[in-house]
């Protein structure tokens, strides 16, 4: 069983930063990829970045640039550098991973862009 608790989220203005933690009940970073996905209001789940077990990154496009994801894995912790944050940003993050062919979500940390 993994548990993934994620934490950073809040409320910035237009153009400031956010980082975003996942922590992990165990060591799965290190031979997992981990992902993070967002929820915006009244809309579905959707990608936004990916890191594989050999430290390659994708990113969605609408957040290329702009996001940065990376992991500690002595700390068994995602993270979610985010900068220039728009209002469209604004969503529930969530991080995910997998482990013998099953996903393990968090609940999510709310992240709000408003002026």
């Known amino acids: 069983q993994v548990e993934l608790v994620e934490s950073g989220g809040g409320l910035v203005q237009p153009g400031g930063s956010l980082r975003l933690s996942c922590a992990a009940s165990?060591?799965?970073?290190?031979?997992?990829?981990m992902y993070w996905y967002r929820q915006a209001p009244g809309k579905q789940r959707e990608y936004v970045a990916r890191i594989g077990p050999g430290e390659s990154t994708n990113y969605a496009d609408s957040v290329k640039g702009r996001f940065t994801i990376s992991r500690d894995s002595a700390k068994n912790t995602g993270y979610l550098q985010m900068n220039g944050l728009k209002p469209e940003d604004t969503a529930v993050y969530y991080c995910?991973?997998?482990?013998?062919?099953?996903?393990?979500w968090g609940k999510g940390t709310l992240v709000t862009i408003a002026s």
């Open positions: 995910k991973t997998n482990l013998n062919y099953r996903d393990y």
């Open positions: 165990g060591s799965v970073f290190s031979f997992n990829a």
